[in-house]
């Protein structure tokens, strides 16, 4: 049996120009036969295409790469529920960029691991530049502020609880509003916190008034209040500046949940919604969102670098005391996890080659967009709008329908792959959700859109 040939190397490039070609191909017939956003037929269909393309998955004697490569990959464009059609729109799931896919992949031949320097010396320094470059980006004014890098908004939040756990010897209250993403609570049963302190957000925003009388309810404990700067539901950004006030007046901690609005910092237009963001202790970034990025591409940034300290830790193989003492930068502390691919470079690469005007106006595009959208709901005839857009997404819903049919009309559009809608409750009822984060996407996509949930509502 022949060796299989190597990525990395200076061989690699020769033995990945072939697997390329192919992979490009069945990338390009893949979208081709899916025809739309999502496959049709729902999960059974795709998952009976899977079995075919896989079957054997594990067979005594390998088919070579041709026969693997490129029918698996043809199943799973098939198959996909694909960001960059227009009408992929129910989740804060972005089309990447394809500057940024195309680093990933060098990133995946080299395959540095982030948890010493002897694995990844070029890529380690790579993510201390992002991580000071994004830190500093959303604490211009702070001494020393630093950031790490994260799988995600959920593993973002999970240490900011976790960092402001070790800061008091008590146990910690974690307070949040409704509105806010289901890892918080989540991320407090995981680190052993009491159950969180959930407030009412009836306005879609945490209120500062409703934040002080639940915080004089607390008084006496250590609290970290959770604010939101873009709820997964429909964008809304809480008031930072009085949510701030109120936490300092109390004593409290305040990490910013901006794993969707973050990048709002990017535009000259819209950073205004996202004052007093500075003032948190420590927030949550995520540019697999409005970044653009391929997922993984998380951020959690702090105010001050020695927030970070509970998370140091010593495994004498990695980083040992004497080589840190010798120079050897040590990484381990800048995660809780050990194996960690290069997901700063891709980034890296992306912010280098747009700079801030260019995220910056892709950032408005897709908040544009949304606006449009509005518009067009507001004046159609058999639709309701639920509220103007904070940032990219937009609920709507058939006028008069009830809950069952709105949900049976995002169902409908799923199970024929013509749309990808999410759904969200507001007001006490079930809203279809539009999440545009496609700057490709055109006025006449939308109102294909509005067509299709026109046209599949029950009369």
């Not at 008084?219 to 700067?229: D, E, N």
């Not at 004593?251 to 963001?277: I, T």
């Not at 006025?443 to 046209?455: Q, T």
């Amino acid at each position: 049996m022949n060796t299989p040939p190597l990525a990395g190397g200076t061989a690699g490039p020769d033995a990945l120009a072939p697997l390329l070609a192919a992979v490009l191909d069945a990338l390009r017939t893949g979208a081709l036969d899916r025809g739309g956003p999502l496959p049709a037929g729902g999960p059974t269909t795709t998952a009976r295409r899977v079995h075919t393309a896989a079957h054997p998955l594990l067979p005594d004697h390998g088919t070579g790469p041709d026969a693997a490569l490129g029918p698996l990959v043809h199943a799973l464009t098939q198959g996909a529920a694909d960001p960059a059609d227009p009408l992929c729109a129910a989740h804060l799931h972005a089309p990447p960029l394809a500057l940024a896919a195309a680093a990933d992949l060098a990133a995946s031949v080299l395959n540095p691991s982030l948890d010493s320097w002897d694995q990844a010396p070029a890529a380690s320094a790579l993510e201390a530049e992002l991580t000071r470059t994004l830190a500093r980006e959303t604490y211009p004014a702070a001494d020393h502020p630093d950031a790490l890098l994260t799988t995600g908004g959920t593993e973002a939040n999970q240490l900011a609880l976790l960092l402001a756990r070790e800061r008091h010897p008590t146990p910690l209250h974690v307070v949040h509003g409704a509105n806010a993403h289901h890892s918080l609570p989540r991320a407090a049963w995981l680190l052993g916190l009491p159950a969180t302190h959930p407030v009412s957000t009836p306005t879609g925003t945490l209120d500062p008034e409703a934040l002080h009388h639940t915080l004089t309810r607390l008084t006496g404990h250590p609290v970290l209040v959770a604010a939101t700067a873009g709820t997964t539901d429909s964008g809304a950004i809480d008031p930072l500046p009085a949510l701030a006030d109120v936490c300092a007046a109390h004593g409290a901690d305040l990490h910013v949940d901006a794993a969707y609005g973050g990048p709002l910092l990017f535009s000259d237009h819209r950073k205004h919604a996202l004052h007093g963001l500075d003032r948190a202790h420590s927030v949550t970034l995520d540019l697999h969102k409005l970044g653009w990025q391929p997922v993984a591409a998380g951020i959690l940034a702090v105010h001050h670098t020695g927030r970070l300290d509970p998370l140091q830790h010593t495994a004498d193989y990695l980083n040992s005391h004497d080589d840190t003492e010798a120079g050897l930068p040590d990484l381990l502390g800048r995660s809780l996890r050990t194996t960690r691919r290069p997901d700063a470079f891709k980034m890296a690469v992306t912010l280098r080659a747009l700079g801030r005007d260019g995220l910056g106006a892709l950032v408005d595009q897709v908040c544009d967009l949304a606006a449009t959208l509005a518009d067009k709901i507001h004046h159609h005839p058999a639709l309701t709008l639920h509220a103007r857009p904070a940032l990219s997404t937009v609920l709507f819903r058939p006028t008069d329908a009830e809950d069952d049919q709105v949900a049976a009309v995002r169902r409908t559009l799923l199970d024929d792959g013509h749309a990808v809608l999410g759904r969200a409750r507001a007001d006490g009822r079930l809203w279809l959700k539009a999440t545009l984060l496609n700057p490709h996407t055109q006025p006449g996509d939308l109102d294909r859109m509005l067509k299709l949930v026109e046209g599949h509502t029950p009369r």
